[in-house]
């Protein structure tokens, strides 16, 4: 039976609030950190979370603006994402803090670690990559895939994997070409999934596509049931052990 709480952390002052999700037992499992879109932490991750533990992991959708906040206004929201978006070393630093409460779990499994993250919690995760954490897996989903230091690609030492709707205007075909040159450059092991006919924030149900009010954003059940699986099959390959 899945267990969860509530649980809040610091990160530079600022008390951060998350959700943890464990899987039935007392044994050590492998472990999966989560980071939210860009307005902030929601029921829908906390899901994703429970849905892990349902699975057999730990799991620990962190918080990135403090306080579980969730930012209403578009526009407070887009310079809170490219205020992060420019400051790679605060994104690492955000996610690492999340890490920490993941490592800190006495069920987590040290060894076996991975993070997921959607839009710019996906980038989130690739930064937390690109600084050398000692992490298995890492996948995007819909994230942005620009860096100020690709070169920094280097210190990636898992698998990665992105995935990313044809039609997102947030993503276009360049920026994924220069994806694709930072990952070859540094040798990672990597795959890019992408998803016809999905826009931005394609995984998220609460988001049906309005080309009013939303512009280039919206679900797509089908992409977001293939990305999980495409997940999923990621994990069965590094975390061979899970039942």
Avoid at 222 to 232: P, T, V
Wanted: contains cysteine; aromatic residues 6%; charged residues 25%.
């Amino acid at each position: 039976m899945v267990t969860t709480r509530r649980i809040e952390y610091s990160v530079d002052g600022t008390t951060m609030v998350g959700h943890l999700a464990l899987p039935g037992g007392t044994d050590r499992r492998p472990a999966v950190l989560i980071a939210h879109e860009g307005p902030g932490l929601t029921d829908h991750q906390r899901e994703r979370a429970d849905r892990l533990a349902e699975l057999g992991y730990v799991a620990f959708a962190l918080d990135y603006h403090g306080g579980g906040r969730f930012i209403e206004d578009r526009e407070e929201m887009f310079a809170r994402v490219d205020e992060l978006l420019a400051d790679p070393d605060r994104m690492r630093a955000l996610a690492g803090a999340g890490l920490a409460v993941l490592t800190a779990e006495p069920r987590t499994d040290t060894s076996r670690l991975a993070a997921i993250g959607y839009c710019l919690g996906g980038t989130m995760a690739l930064e937390l990559a690109r600084g050398g954490a000692d992490l298995k897996a890492v996948v995007g989903f819909h994230p942005s895939l620009t860096t100020t230091r690709p070169e920094d690609a280097a210190n990636i030492t898992g698998k990665v994997l992105v995935c990313v709707g044809s039609e997102d205007p947030i993503i276009p075909v360049e920026q994924r070409l220069a994806f694709e040159e930072e990952m070859r450059a540094a040798g990672v092991d990597w795959r890019m999934t992408i998803h016809g006919g999905a826009l931005h924030s394609f995984t998220h149900p609460d988001l049906d596509p309005d080309p009013t009010t939303r512009p280039g954003i919206g679900y797509h059940r089908a992409s977001a049931e293939r990305a999980w699986r495409a997940m999923l099959d990621l994990f069965d390959e590094v975390f061979p052990t899970v039942v």
